[in-house]
């Protein structure tokens, strides 16, 4: 269900609470991707940068990398006005069994990454500085630590390689959302950004548009590497061949670019 434009916000939040339950019913019946919108007027958005301290070229030399992919991440409102909330992939990493690491969302067999026995999935506690970002605090993030075979998906393994995937994103269904409206006419939406707002990384954001849509609960289904995503907190965080010391990578001088997404949200 599209929402329209509105002139004010006054007529956006009393579209949205009219509508809520249309709106809640229309996001958990879709299975929720990168948009694909990462880009606005040319302007890159909020994305981190990231320098190995090794050379990632002379790795994978066996035909297997092990790479380290932050999914997703909570604490942060994407594009979708989804803000993910710590917990949110418990249930789901303990349930499902096959999740896979893929190319682009293509549930393909020539596009899959990783999945079975080479994929490990887990939800850990970074501050954002360990992501490379210029927020204060924490964040849950959805860790992928997938064995990358040449063999399998060439073209990731070589783009792994090169350290040219710098952005992911999770292929998942919603199970527990919840409005969060920024007007006190609205009780409870009102009590929920009360609640929730205070751990938004990016609150800039979160206040332009005035609403956003907690989420509490998801099934994962993939994550996969993506040009851009809807959360751009999602960057490559290890690269290593099997059996050495994990580097740590080190944030560039310039770690955010200080254009952001706001006119995105507003579209």
Not at 53 to 72: E, F, M, P, R, S
Request: charged residues 30%.
């Amino acid at each position: 269900m599209k929402i329209p434009d509105f002139k004010t916000k006054k007529e956006l939040f009393a579209f949205l609470i009219e509508e809520k339950e249309t709106l809640i019913a229309d996001k958990m019946a879709a299975v929720k991707h990168a948009d694909g919108m990462a880009y606005k007027d040319g302007a890159i958005y909020g994305q981190a940068t990231k320098a190995f301290t090794q050379t990632v070229k002379a790795l994978g030399d066996d035909g297997t990398l092990t790479v380290t992919a932050i999914i997703n991440t909570t604490n942060l409102m994407d594009s979708h006005k989804d803000v993910h909330l710590p917990g949110i992939w418990n249930k789901s990493i303990k349930e499902n069994k096959s999740i896979m690491h893929l190319q682009e969302h293509q549930m393909q067999f020539d596009k899959i990454i990783a999945k079975g026995k080479d994929l490990k999935v887990s939800a850990k506690t970074f501050t954002w500085k360990d992501l490379g970002f210029n927020f204060g605090g924490s964040t849950e993030a959805l860790t992928f630590e997938s064995t990358v075979r040449d063999d399998r998906n060439k073209q990731m393994f070589d783009l792994y390689r090169k350290g040219e995937v710098d952005n992911h994103s999770v292929g998942m269904r919603y199970v527990k959302l919840i409005l969060a409206v920024n007007d006190e006419e609205y009780g409870a939406e009102y009590d929920a950004w009360e609640k929730y707002y205070p751990e938004i990384a990016n609150k800039a954001e979160a206040d332009a548009v005035g609403y956003f849509w907690a989420v509490k609960e998801a099934k994962v289904i993939e994550g996969s590497a993506v040009p851009l995503g809807s959360n751009y907190a999602t960057p490559t965080l290890d690269i290593k061949e099997p059996g050495q010391p994990t580097p740590k990578p080190e944030p560039s001088k310039d770690t955010q670019k200080k254009q952001t997404f706001i006119n995105l949200l507003k579209s």
